[in-house]
Nanobody, 126 residues
C-alpha cells in the first residue's frame, strides 16, 4: 500500500525558514514525478512546486519562486521542500503528492497526481 507521510511543519515567524519532508513507502518512487501543494483555510488546494522523476527538472508557483526549493532523494524515497523568507500568506496545510504514471516531466495540475499525503501544517506569524 502506497503511503506518503509529511513532516517538518510548525509555527515560524515571518522571514524564517522551514524544511518539509515527505517519506514515501509502499513502492519505489524513483520513476515518478512528485509535487508539493498547499491549502489555506477556506481556499482551494494550490500548486507549490514540482519535480520530475530524475530530480533534474523543477517548477514553482510564482508566489514561492526564489524562496522555496524542491528536491528529492530517490535512494531514500524522500521528497523535500526547503522554505525560506516565509510570509504569513504561506500559512497552509502542505501536501506531498506522487504521480501514478512514470517518467514524464513536472506537472502543476493536482489531477496529475495519484497519491497524496495527509498534510503537515505550516503557520507563519507576522
Amino acid at each position: 500500500q502506497v503511503q506518503l507521510v509529511e513532516s517538518g511543519g510548525g509555527l515560524v515567524q515571518a522571514g524564517g525558514s522551514l524544511t518539509l519532508s515527505c517519506a514515501a513507502s509502499g513502492r519505489t518512487f524513483s520513476s515518478y514525478g512528485m509535487g508539493w501543494f498547499r491549502q489555506a483555510p477556506g481556499k482551494e488546494r494550490e500548486f507549490v512546486a514540482a519535480i520530475d522523476w530524475s530530480g533534474r527538472a523543477t517548477d514553482y508557483a510564482d508566489s514561492v519562486k526564489a524562496r522555496f526549493t524542491i528536491s528529492r532523494d530517490n535512494v531514500k524515497n524522500r521528497l523535500y521542500l526547503q522554505m525560506s523568507s516565509l510570509k504569513p500568506e504561506d500559512t497552509a496545510d502542505y501536501y506531498c503528492a506522487v504521480r501514478g504514471t512514470p517518467y514524464g516531466t513536472y506537472y502543476r495540475g493536482r489531477y496529475e497526481y495519484r497519491y497524496w499525503g495527509q498534510g503537515t501544517q505550516v503557520t507563519v506569524s507576522s
